[in-house]
Every structure is written in C-alpha cells, then in structure tokens.
C-alpha cells in the first residue's frame, strides 16, 4: 500500500474534520485513533427512546465552512433545528430562581437581572478608553469595559458553563477574540457591534442551532466514511520522527506495532498526548502543550414524566453563576431543545456538574454527582418525584481550560511548529472548543497542507480565511 500524504493522529471531531477537508482537496489520508470507535468525546446514547449525548449535544453555527462541509455530506438533510423565537428562552439562576436572560438591548435594559446602576454602566462602555494587556483575563475584560455586574450575571456564566472554565484565570484574547477584537479595532464593544451591524446589513451570517436526527453520532458516522481516508481504529501513536522526506508514525495496532509515513503529520489528539509524542523532538514544544490545563465535568441525565415538572421548561436551559455557590454549571433541557430526544411525555434533562469552578467534583463518586444534580434542580425546577432513568458520563479531562497566558501560549507553540515543517496541530485547545470552530479551523489547516502539498507559497498566518484572531491563530498553528 502507497503512503498517504497526510497522516492524522486522533479521531475525534478535529481529526475527522482535519482528514474531511484534507481528502477533499484531493489528497489520501490515514487516520489512527486509539479506540475501536472514532468520535473521540462525542457519543450518542439511545435507551428506551430516550438519546442523550457524551459531549457535543448541538452545533451553534455561522461558519461557512461548517454549512459547506453539512451541504457535502447530506448531513443538511438530517438536521433537526433547535426552536428560537422571543418565547423561547434562555434561564439564569438568580438568588435561588431562574430568571428569564434577555437577548435584546430593550429587554436587557428593562430586565430585573441588571441593577440601574449596573445598566447605565453598560451605556457608558463606549467612553472607556481601550486598553488592557494582552494577558487579561476575560474577569478583567468585562469588568474594565462593561462592569462587575455585567460579569457577574453575564460572562462568568457563560465561561463557566459551555466552557466549563474560571473567567478569573481563563484568557481574554482566546476566549473572547470577537469581543477583544472589537475593542482594538474600534475602541468602543457598543460601537464596533453598531459599526459591525451597520455593515453587514443584509449580508449577516445566520446563526443557527441544530442537531441531528440520530444525535451528533450522525456527523461522526458521515465524517467516518470519508472517501479517500483510511481508519485505522485501535491504532495508538506511540512515537513521531521526521524523515528525510515528512514524517514517521510508529504505534500499536491491530495488526502489532506498525510505521505509517507521510509528507504531512496532523496531530488532533488532546494536548497532554500530544506533548508526550513531541517531547522526544523538542522539550519545549512538549512543554507548551503539556501545560495546557483542563477541568472536569460529569453529565447528568434525568428523565422525567414531563407531568413530575412544574416549570414550563420553555427554552434551552439555565446557567448557574458561581455566586449561587452551586456545583453544575448548568442544565440543558433537551427534550425541549429537539422533541426527539425523549418519549411523548416524558422531559429529560443534562446536567453539568463540576468544571474549573468546582475541581473538588472530580474525586466524587457518581452517586454523588447525581445527588448534586438533583438537589440543583428539584427546586428550580419544581420536581417532587424521583427520576425515572439517569445516566452518567464522566470526562476526567472533559475541556481545554484557556487558562493563564494563553494566547502567548499558543503563539509560542506556533513559533515552535514552525522549526518543524510538515506537523501541524488541530484539536480543540486552538482555534476553539465549538464542533463549529473544529470544523471551521480544519479548514483552515487543509488549506495550508494544500498550499504547501501543491508547491505553492505558503499563505501567511491570518490571510487565508478571514481576520478573526480565533482563524489566525489557526492558521498559525497550521
Ligand atoms: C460535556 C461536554 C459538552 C459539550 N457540548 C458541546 C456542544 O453542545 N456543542 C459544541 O459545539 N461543543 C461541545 N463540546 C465541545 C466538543 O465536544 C469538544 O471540544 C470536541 O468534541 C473535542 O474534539 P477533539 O477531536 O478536539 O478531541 P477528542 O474528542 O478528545 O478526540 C481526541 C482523540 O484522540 C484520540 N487519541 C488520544 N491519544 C491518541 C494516540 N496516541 N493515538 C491515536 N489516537 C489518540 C482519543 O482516543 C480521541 O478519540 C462539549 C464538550 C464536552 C466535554
């Protein structure tokens, strides 16, 4: 068998995006993955009529690239949206309740969450002089442009919950880079948002929220059947090398220890496997990704009769601030978001327990983790009786956290790769946690193996698809 151009190590969404857009270029690909099944921390359960998901439950999308790759495979046709409207609502706890977010600037000013103090210091935003470090965390960000409140009842939240990170350690600039964006190019978030809008007009990327028919296991199946890529399941990389004319994979295998070899070499495993196999050809580097830190998280699943629930469960869920002192994050009402995720009748709910918020989650037991789920959401919620079925999935290393000097991080790491040509990194601590943002940044990567594969000049970082920082450090990393 001929070698591959590129080789791909990891199978998760990063990988199988990496290998999608690589093959489509018309290049052959081989993809290792430890385990005997590709999806990496995505995984869809179906018992009993009910489907609940290991990671990923939906894809928040405005990228191109991800409605590309979606028209490609026929995965349009097997979407299930996620209802939106004014009645459908996003909640927040405040004070031992769920309140309803508002997510119009009329509502948002009428709106029992913000104190008028803390609303009139939204308004005075665009008189805040630019500024800040370039290592500020997003609790520094949002309190020197918006205001402790805004922190408080807003971001943090959000940092917390869909990121499972800590806004006082997590990096501005990787993790809001729209956001700290603004702010450079425009002095002002109000005013460059209004700008942004203003030019846009009519040509605005649609957000949309969706899944799948069969859950996200639907775009794990359709990217694991790539034409012109070879899965190699059960197939652990132990060592890389550079060779005269790319690079060198030797591992584990079905078939005993293997060697792959290719011009290209993309590494989409999690970070601390990554800097295991770098170490050997360059400490630094090793070092770069061996300090990237990740937090815990247990999912809760809960099903219900819809009847055991008073709430009117008319939206997508709540976030939970860390002043509430709760250890979730969150809770994601799925049978609302996609009625396929549950029998007619029946309510169920993911629970988000732990996080960088709440570290000590990781040494509890499961029973545990589902009592703390339950006694969060009981009295929110309304529930008096017992859960009908509950489910656990537990991830040891569940997130990248983006932590400290990140996009300093990322830069050097950058630098690093490349002394090293040919080896490249796309997983989900660059670019974005969001299956979006992993699909969106393998574009990205494929371009430039394109580039470099087809003999031409290597497009410059931050040029290729567009000029957010989350594409250009991407490219970067490419
Ligand atoms: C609880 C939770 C909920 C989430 N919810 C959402 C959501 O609703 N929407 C959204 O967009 N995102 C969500 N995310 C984020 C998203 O699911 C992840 O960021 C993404 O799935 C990570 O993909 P990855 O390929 O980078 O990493 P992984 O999925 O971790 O894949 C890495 C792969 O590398 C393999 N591997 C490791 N070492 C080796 C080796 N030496 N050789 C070969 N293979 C190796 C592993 O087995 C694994 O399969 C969520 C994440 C979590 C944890």
């Not at 995006?17 to 869809?44: N, Q």
């Not at 309740?97 to 005075?124: C, D, E, F, I």
């Not at 005993?256 to 601390?272: D, I, K, M, N, T």
């Not at 990322?410 to 997983?427: D, N, S």
Request: charged share 20%; proline share 6%.
């Amino acid at each position: 068998m001929s070698d591959p151009d590129v080789i791909v190590l990891g199978g998760g969404v990063s990988g199988l995006a990496a290998a999608w857009w690589v093959a489509r270029a018309g290049y052959a690909v081989e993809l290792w993955e430890r385990d005997a099944r590709l999806g990496g921390k995505i995984a869809t359960r179906r018992a009993d009529g009910y489907l609940t998901e290991r990671a990923a439950s939906m894809l928040l999308n405005f990228r191109p690239e991800v409605s590309e790759l979606l028209a490609a495979t026929g995965l349009d046709a097997k979407r299930i949206a996620c209802p939106s409207g004014p009645q459908y609502q996003r909640y927040l706890v405040r004070g031992g309740r769920l309140m309803p977010v508002p997510m119009r600037m009329g509502a948002l000013m009428r709106s029992p969450l913000w104190s008028l103090r803390g609303k009139l210091r939204v308004l005075a935003e665009p008189l805040v002089p630019a500024g800040g470090s370039p290592d500020e965390t997003v609790s520094e960000f949002v309190v020197r442009r918006l205001g402790r409140e805004v922190l408080e009842t807003a971001m943090e939240p959000f940092i917390a919950g869909p990121l499972a990170s800590d806004a006082d350690r997590a990096s501005a600039h990787a993790v809001l880079p729209r956001l700290v964006a603004l702010e450079q190019r425009y002095g002002s978030l109000v005013i460059g948002a209004v700008v942004r809008r203003l030019l846009r007009r009519g040509a605005a990327p649609v957000r949309e929220m969706f899944s799948f028919d069969g859950g996200m296991a639907t775009l794990i199946g359709a990217l694991a059947t790539t034409a012109g890529v070879r899965f190699r399941a059960r197939s652990t990389a132990l060592r890389v090398e550079r060779t005269a004319s790319g690079w060198r994979v030797d591992g584990r295998t079905p078939e005993g220890e293997q060697s792959a070899r290719a011009r290209h070499l993309v590494l989409s495993v999690p970070a601390p496997a990554a800097a295991a196999l770098v170490r050997p050809l360059d400490a630094e580097l090793g070092g770069l990704l061996g300090g990237i830190d990740y937090g815990a998280l247990a999912v809760v699943h809960l099903a219900f009769d819809r009847s055991a629930i008073r709430h009117r469960l008319d939206g997508l869920g709540f976030l939970a601030p860390r002043s509430e002192g709760v250890p979730l994050t969150g809770c994601q009402w799925m049978s609302s978001m996609f009625a396929s995720r549950a029998p007619r009748d029946k309510a169920l709910l993911s629970c988000y327990v732990g996080g960088a918020r709440a570290p000590h989650t990781r040494d509890w037991t499961d029973g545990r983790c589902i009592d703390a789920a339950l006694t969060v959401v009981g009295p929110l919620l309304g529930i008096d009786a017992a859960p009908q079925r509950v489910w656990l999935d537990r991830h040891a290393a569940a997130l990248p956290l983006y932590h400290g000097a990140y996009a300093g991080r990322l830069q050097a790491i950058g630098e690093r790769l490349r002394r090293w040509p040919g080896l490249h990194v796309a997983a989900n601590y660059a670019g974005g946690v969001s299956v979006r943002d992993r699909i969106a940044c393998a574009r990205a990567l494929a371009r430039r193996i394109d580039a470099a594969l087809a003999g031409l000049r290597t497009p410059a970082a931050g040029v290729t698809l567009d000029s957010t920082p989350e594409a250009a450090l991407a490219q970067g990393l490419g």
